[in-house]
């Protein structure tokens, strides 16, 4: 806010301050710097007040001019006291700003670490549950021992020729309803060419051959070992469905649920046919009630 003078103290104010430097200006100076008594600090302070006399001066003649009251405007020194604080402000805006930034910034790297954590658990306990099935599988499959007198099934009664003749001797078994040979030549399939690449799709021949003779557990082994890896094959989506009925019919609801589970996320481009028998095992084995 600006100070008003009027022409009265305006005229007193400039003599009062004039008569300071007019009785210095009176007083012979010394003849050389060596004897002036004034120090550096008085003789800038004695220039301030001549600024400040031109400056009443001024006031007074505009007052003369005009007769109104004079407007003294604040110090050049307020107006950048004034914009050094508003610059601070705006850099305190700044700054809690880029901290508001940092802050999320780290929340969503814990999410992140979070979520990583999360979906590593869930895969790790998937892998054991398959394994814990397997072997669940195989202590319920053992089968009790056969009579004497019942001749056992021989794989294929040709001889042993190579891994793809094998594999499609066996399907063809199955292809003609031979389900008991092609249940011994699958079988014999996984234990000659356990390494072989079409060695999960025997074992997912021989679950088909052990299901429809009944034998639930043994078929859930075979399938177990077929979809483990989660292969991208047409068949491996039929497998695990398969392995649910088989978990349905063992009495293993909650099993068969998890198993079914995986279904949209492991493979999503189901046949429409295996999608709609998946949901008539869920609809059996009760999931979601």
């Known amino acids: 806010m600006g100070l008003r003078i009027g ?16 009785a210095r200006a009176q007083t012979p100076l010394p003849a050389t710097p060596a004897e002036d008594p004034l120090s550096i600090r008085d003789a800038k302070r004695l220039d301030r007040m001549e600024k400040v006399m031109r400056e009443l001066r001024a006031i007074v003649f505009q007052l003369k001019e005009t007769g109104k009251p004079v407007v003294v405007q604040p110090a050049d020194t307020d107006s950048r006291i004034q914009d050094l604080a508003s610059r601070l402000g705006d850099l305190e805006q700044s700054l809690t700003r880029i901290n508001g930034q940092l802050e999320n910034a780290t929340h969503a ?48 009664e040709a001889k042993k020729g190579s891994a793809a003749d094998d594999f499609a001797r066996a399907r063809q078994l199955m292809l003609s309803g031979d389900y008991d040979g092609a249940q011994a030549a ?8 356990p390494d072989n690449a079409r060695a999960p799709e025997a074992r997912y021949w021989w679950g088909k051959t052990l299901a429809v003779k009944g034998a639930n557990a043994q ?11 989660w292969p991208k094959a047409s068949w491996a989506p039929d497998a695990l469905v398969e392995l649910a009925r088989s978990l349905t019919a063992l009495k293993k609801p909650q099993d068969a649920c998890a198993t079914l589970a995986e279904l949209p996320k492991r493979y999503p481009k189901a046949p429409p046919a295996v999608t709609a028998r998946a949901a008539a095992t869920a609809k059996q084995a009760k999931c979601g009630a």
């Open 109 to 156: 790297a814990d999410e992140a670490r979070k979520a990583n954590a999360d979906l590593s658990a869930q895969v790790k306990a998937l892998s054991d549950q398959l394994a814990a099935l397997q072997q669940q599988a195989q202590a319920a499959a053992a089968p009790p021992p056969a009579p004497e007198a019942e001749p056992a099934p021989a794989p294929a």
């Open 186 to 193: 699958f079988a014999a399939f996984v234990e000659a060419y």
């Open 7 to 22: 022409p009265a103290p305006a005229l007193a104010l400039l003599l009062a301050c004039a008569a300071a430097p007019l």
């Open 219 to 229: 078929a859930a082994t075979a399938y177990i070992g077929a979809i483990r890896g």
